[in-house]
């Protein structure tokens, strides 16, 4: 059985990053977003680096930067820490979709320099009905995306520290009819991530200050496929890389400013109306099909390079590292997908929790990304020991 209605809005809202309307000419010329599978596993989980404009590859390390840049627990300021955020999704379309994320790691060995953390993510669409080609009703779907991984993070000097983090994807868009005997199956996959982060503390003036550069190099593994292996996907494979220098602009004030580009490394599907007949369509779209995920990675940089990379820029002011004040802007090219927005956001700590919260300002027309609110809840777990020992 095909794929109904409800199905394709499904697929059709998991890649809205990449879908929204674009000008007719560009259409018809040069507009070719890439397109991936399992494409929840790109959404920002957590309130500060959304608030920044989508950054955080060089930022101060967090309990989020599992997903940013793994690399950076090992430069953790604490021994512990864990976060939950929450993200209402597409809310200006529909009220049940979310992301929910819960991160976190620990400092090993006696000499500061290890970490291990994990992180889970859960991506719900929502509650669907599902209609047979007559229209009846067949009953209701809960379509879901989830992944879960674990890292390792080490100092390979006093400056310099590598990552490395494995990932287990799991993706239930399936469906099944008992009445024809047609499935589409759910999918799964395994991906690596490998991060490096560089930190230094140079002097300008009579002020310390703080810089620092990152990479994350995430995704990279096996396909996804929902029909037995017929229609394979690329995972969201990408390049992250980032850079960040905050200075002090009195006693307890600080301003970071950063800057992050990123470049998906998956090649764009072939248009039809870029070939003189159907017959050399085909076998160039299966020839993406059959491609692997690393010839991909490599073909990934000869497609448009300039167009496919996006950039985030972003300031963060901190008072006594306990108020916050963010803002940032993200810019995609109009020709690979046009996603062009503002992330306002704030937060507050104390000695145990801390407690972020973003806002998405779209600058692009009917985009439904606009209006977007994360939340970020954190605990550091050496203010916890610290309140168990009466400190």
Do not use: H
Not at 91 to 96: E, G, Y
Not at 164 to 190: E, H, K, P, W
Not at 212 to 237: E, Q
Not at 246 to 272: E, G, I, Q
């Amino acid at each position: 059985m095909k794929l109904t209605k409800s199905i394709a809005a499904i697929a059709m809202m998991a890649t809205v990053l990449t879908a929204w309307a674009q000008e007719e000419n560009i259409k018809n010329t040069e507009f070719n977003p890439v397109t991936t599978g399992v494409t929840s596993l790109s959404i920002t989980p957590d309130a500060r680096g959304a608030s920044m404009g989508d950054l955080g590859a060089a930022t101060d390390p967090d309990a989020n930067s599992q997903f940013w840049n793994p690399s950076k627990y090992a430069f953790a300021y604490s021994s512990a820490g864990v976060s939950l955020s929450y993200t209402p999704w597409l809310r200006k379309i529909v009220n049940d979709i979310y992301l929910a994320n819960l991160a976190g790691y620990y400092k090993i060995g006696s000499n500061d320099n290890q970490a291990v953390s994990a992180s889970l993510r859960y991506f719900s669409l929502g509650e669907v009905l599902s209609n047979d080609a007559e229209g009846a009703t067949l009953g209701t779907l809960n379509p879901f995306e989830m992944s879960v991984d674990l890292g390792y993070s080490r100092k390979l000097s006093e400056k310099f520290a590598m990552g490395v983090t494995l990932r287990y994807i799991y993706s239930d868009l399936g469906y099944s009819d008992m009445n024809t005997g047609d499935q589409t199956s759910s999918a799964s996959a395994f991906a690596a991530d490998l991060s490096g982060y560089y930190t230094t503390y140079p002097i300008i003036g009579r002020n310390e200050c703080q810089w620092s550069i990152g990479f994350n190099l995430s995704n990279i593994g096996s396909k996804v496929s929902y029909n037995k292996g017929n229609d394979p996907a690329y995972l969201p494979a990408n390049l992250k890389l980032g850079t960040a220098f905050t200075f002090p602009l009195a006693d307890y004030n600080n301003l970071t400013l950063a800057l992050d580009a990123n470049k998906l490394l998956v090649p764009a599907k072939p248009r039809s109306a870029d070939y003189e007949n159907d017959q050399d369509y085909d076998d160039a779209l299966q020839a993406w099909k059959d491609k692997s995920s690393i010839s991909g990675i490599f073909d990934s940089f000869s497609d448009n390079f300039a167009k496919r990379i996006t950039y985030s820029v972003g300031a963060e002011y901190a008072y006594d590292q306990k108020f916050f004040l963010r803002g940032g802007y993200y810019y995609e090219s109009k020709y690979a997908g046009n996603r062009q927005y503002f992330g306002l956001g704030a937060g507050f700590a104390l000695n145990v929790i801390k407690i972020d919260a973003s806002y998405m300002i779209a600058t692009a027309q009917n985009s439904p990304l606009d209006q977007t609110l994360r939340f970020t809840l954190s605990f550091d777990m050496d203010g916890i020991k610290g309140l168990f020992n009466g400190n």
